[in-house]
């Protein structure tokens, strides 16, 4: 049996959960020990049953008209989340977004990989992980240019994941992506701050325990990581030590 990942792209008209108006799929394939691109690839626009604001047709170009008709989210998602043959995951760039509305009864409780998680771990050297700015930094192979296009439409958007996939995956292993997936996102840089730009490496104990207390949960995530890899309590373990200073 061909192992097979699917990579999802969503379009939607809002949060909720049913705003979904646009769905975009590229397998990616194992062949003879490789990953490669499959043939299956499509897009279906649904109907998200509520008016899509002209703030969000002036990202994806999609109008109320062009989903009149269209089946509800609700109904039509499963057919392409889980298709007769199978899948070994799911994936997509920032795949919380999509798996907000791609929920486990409607995705079968498959797994998910995070193509934005997995380039950090993987290229952490580049500046920047959007898809489309990894799309250009790093020129995958075989890349249609105008397939690819335009952006913010859920099958060229798909198409473009699926290849930051396939380099991923001959790389590295199925089970590795996603079980960095899983963790929040390890930023190879501070992205904010007056520490901005610089390697973990490169910030003090004290910015680092600061950090660790961010909102921001991959923020969190990465401070903790370095300040683990020096020895140093994280976040909880700071926390804990101020309290006992109070007593």
């Known amino acids: 049996m061909t192992a097979r990942i699917r990579v999802i792209d969503l379009e ?39 008016p899509i604001s002209p703030d969000t047709m002036a990202v994806h170009h999609i109008r109320d008209e ?4 269209a089946p509800f989210w609700i109904r039509a998602a499963s057919a392409v989340l889980r298709p007769e043959e199978g899948v070994l995951a799911l994936a997509a760039h920032r ?9 486990p009864r409607l995705a ?6 995070c193509t934005w998680k997995c380039a950090m771990r993987l290229w952490p050297d580049l500046p920047r992980f959007s898809n489309q700015m990894l799309r250009y930094l790093r020129r995958p192979e075989g890349l249609d240019h105008a397939l690819g296009l335009p952006a913010h439409r859920a099958l060229p958007d ?4 699926a290849h930051h996939l396939r380099d991923m995956l001959n790389l590295s292993t199925p089970a590795q992506l996603i079980a960095w997936s899983r963790e929040p996102g390890l930023l190879p840089r501070v992205p904010t701050g007056p520490e901005r730009g610089k390697p973990w490496s490169a910030v003090d104990d004290a910015a680092l325990i600061g950090l660790a207390s961010d909102r921001d949960q991959s923020l969190r995530f990465s401070a903790e990581t370095e300040l683990q890899r020096r020895g140093r309590p994280g976040r909880a373990a700071a926390s804990s030590a101020r309290q006992a200073t109070l007593f």
């Open 12 to 50: 939607t008209a809002g949060p909720g959960p049913t705003d979904v108006c646009e769905i975009g799929w590229q397998d990616v394939v194992s062949h003879a020990g490789r990953w490669r691109l499959g043939d299956e690839r499509g897009s279906l626009l649904t109907n998200p049953g509520r």
């Open 66 to 69: 062009d989903v009149e008709g």
């Open 108 to 113: 079968g409780g498959v797994e998910w990989i």
């Open 95 to 103: 795949a919380a977004f999509e798996q907000r509305y791609c929920t």
């Open 158 to 161: 798909a198409y473009v994941t």
